[in-house]
């Protein structure tokens, strides 16, 4: 079993920055593909971005690509995800999830272990 605890939300204005991290309580944490997704308001939860076990590639959905970056730490036992430039339209809570799969799928089902999920409020 792998428990998996976000940190980093909170609120922020339009433009600005926030980075978000996910640590994992196992010793085998770099076998695990991370991923980030995201549920709006009303709205189904959606894939974000994705990172390989290694942390080396890394896999983003369009609406962020440019602005997001994911990155890992294995050592730590940490996922992050830089959120640039935020927007409105990004105000959702995040997930963090861990995969047995390969980091290059974007369905939900292929992630075994979620974590709890954080609050991005972004304001105009």
């Known amino acids: 079993q792998v428990q998996l605890v976000e940190s980093g939300g909170g609120l922020v204005q339009a433009g600005d920055s926030l980075r978000l991290s996910c640590t994992a309580s196992t010793r085998t944490f770099s076998v695990y593909a991370m991923g980030w997704f995201r549920q709006a308001p009303g709205k189904e939860r959606e894939f974000v971005a994705s990172i390989s076990r290694a942390g080396v590639s890394t896999n983003t959905a369009e609406s962020v690509k440019g602005r997001f970056t994911l990155s890992r730490d294995n050592a730590k036992n940490t996922v992050y995800l830089q959120m640039n430039s935020v927007k409105p339209e990004d105000t959702a809570v995040y997930y963090c999830?861990?995969?047995?799969?390969?980091?290059?799928?974007?369905?939900?089902?292929?992630?075994?272990?979620w974590g709890q999920g954080t609050q991005v409020t972004v304001s105009s």
């Open positions: 999830a861990a995969s047995g799969d390969s980091y290059r799928r974007k369905d939900q089902s292929s992630y075994d272990y």
